[in-house]
C-alpha cells in the first residue's frame, strides 16, 4: 500500500502563491489517482484538485479553478498542489489522498479514498 506525506505548508498573505508536495512511497505510484482535500475548523473535508493516474484528467471546484492547479510526475512519485492568489477562505489543513485507479470512484468524495497523507497546514492571513 502507498504512504503519503504532504509539506509545503505555511503562514502566506492575501494575494500570495503557496505550492504543496505529495510524495508517495510504499507502492507504484501510477497505479493511483491523486486527490487533494481541505478542511478547516468546523467544517466537512472540501474536495479542491484530482489528476488522474497519467495526468491526462484533471478536475477541479468552482471555488478553486483558476487559481489553483495539480501536477504530478510519476517518475518520481510526487504531485503537487500550486495554489495562486490566496485568500483567508483557503486556510485550512490541506490533505492528498490515492485511490487505486481499477476501482471505480467518484473523484470528488472524500469517503472515495483509500490513502491519506497527514496534511499540512495552510494559514492565509495578513
Known amino acids: 500500500q502507498v504512504q503519503l506525506i504532504e509539506s509545503g505548508g505555511g503562514l502566506v498573505q492575501p494575494g500570495d502563491s503557496l505550492r504543496l508536495s505529495c510524495t508517495a512511497s510504499?507502492?507504484?505510484?501510477?497505479?493511483?489517482?491523486i486527490a487533494w482535500f481541505r478542511q478547516a475548523p468546523g467544517k466537512e473535508r472540501e474536495f479542491v484538485a484530482y489528476?488522474?493516474?497519467?495526468?491526462?484528467?484533471?478536475y477541479y471546484p468552482d471555488s478553486v479553478k483558476g487559481r489553483f492547479t495539480t501536477s504530478r510526475n510519476n517518475a518520481n512519485a510526487a504531485a503537487w498542489l500550486q495554489m495562486n492568489t490566496l485568500s483567508s477562505e483557503d486556510s485550512a489543513v490541506y490533505y492528498c489522498?490515492?485511490?487505486?485507479?481499477?476501482?471505480?470512484?467518484?473523484?470528488?468524495?472524500?469517503?472515495?479514498?483509500?490513502?491519506w497523507g497527514q496534511g499540512t497546514q495552510v494559514t492565509v492571513s495578513s
Open positions: 489528476i488522474s493516474w497519467s495526468g491526462a484528467n484533471k
Open positions: 510504499g507502492g507504484t505510484f501510477t497505479r493511483y489517482n
Open positions: 489522498a490515492a485511490k487505486d485507479r481499477q476501482h471505480y470512484h467518484t473523484y470528488y468524495d472524500p469517503g472515495a479514498y483509500d490513502y
